[in-house]
């Protein structure tokens, strides 16, 4: 067997790892200089999301021997809309960093690997893929996909984000809903330190967003993070992302291609998670290459969890600022809070089921 990898990132480096782990080895390619060569960002892993693993890191680990080491992890998640506050907390998840930052997730995964990643290597499926009995589409653009087979886009998005510094504690984060600044989206300040923090405002590029001025909102959302946050932190770098595709696609494998990470549609659309997805996806491919699981049957799971989380997207963002606010409120009650934190069963999931029928009809 030939095995390529195009893309170093979370999907085709634990695909790589798994490989390896039974005893192949890849060729891997990297467009980039190195692994995580972007700006640095702070992402999360929330274990409600991934029920049935309780721990996203420790299952990783003890069932597919892929170990990382988070940053920080989260005991209070805040919620807040225009005029409603509210908060989960227990184990929640993780943080962890992304690009440049010495101990990003795609960093930490490279130094696991015991082969070698040949960077500067911008190559494309068409030119390689004859050379190869497998190929691995790991490249984390949808665009790549649709080159090769129908890619189903839920949404664009725009992102626009910052690292700040001020005063947090590092096991709390804060999410925001308001239409004024986060249309159909969200913000969220993620602390990666008592004294770092990455904020972020994302909202879908539907065609009733088209005219609003990102800087606008942007200042907004500035001003309601210094608010809420009760501080004035400061504004270190920023990035802005325009086009992000969310979605997915019918067909995980043609032949012996596999598509992995954002090349399958890794990215739950309700609120953008697409690590742990990624990863798993990378791993099931491997686990197919050495022949010992079925990528489609594996990742049926992860499938079904990219649709109710679509489901849940698509009644959400009809809501008003009032009914997020009514939304926010309700988390203060007990009974939803245990509900939406319980690890034995998966909220989104009993929720989508039951939106569902009512959704398909509107
Ligand atoms: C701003 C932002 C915030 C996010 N926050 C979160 C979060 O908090 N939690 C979460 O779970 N998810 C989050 N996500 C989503 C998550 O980052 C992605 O789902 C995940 O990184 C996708 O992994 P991947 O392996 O598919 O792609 P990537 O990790 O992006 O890796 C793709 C790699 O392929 C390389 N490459 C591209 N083209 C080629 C080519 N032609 N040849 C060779 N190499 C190539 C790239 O350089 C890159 O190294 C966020 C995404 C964004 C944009």
Known sequence: MKIAIIGAGLAGLSCALTLEKYGYQADIFERRAMVGDRFVIAEAMFSIFHSPFPDVVKYLSESHDIHLKPTTNIQKLHIYSENEHSFLDGHLGFTNMR????????????????????????VSYKDISKEYTHVVLATGDALDTKKIQPYNVAFKATFKGAAIEGNFNQTEAYTFYNNHFAPKGMAYVLPYSDSEASLVLVYPQYPENEMLVKEELWEKCLTECHRRLDQDFKVISEFSIKDYRIGKIQTPRIGNTFFVGNCWG??????????????????????????????????????????????????????????????????????????????????????????????RKS
């Open 99 to 122: 690009g440049k930052h010495q101990e990003s997730y795609e960093k930490q995964l490279a130094n696991q690997l015991k082969g070698e990643i040949q960077f500067n290597k911008n």
């Open 266 to 359: 890794a990215i739950t659309p309700l609120f953008g998670f697409g690590q742990f997805e990624s990863m798993m996806t990378g791993i099931y491919a491997a686990y197919d290459i050495v022949g010992m699981g079925d990528y489609e049957k594996l990742i049926q799971p992860l499938s079904k969890g990219y649709h109710d989380s679509l489901t849940l997207r698509r009644t959400i963002e009809k809501f008003d600022n009032k009914k997020l606010d009514l939304l926010t409120k309700s988390m203060r009650n007990e009974l939803i809070e245990s509900f939406v934190t319980s690890k034995k069963f998966s909220a989104m999931k009993i929720l989508s089921n039951i939106i569902h029928p009512y959704f």
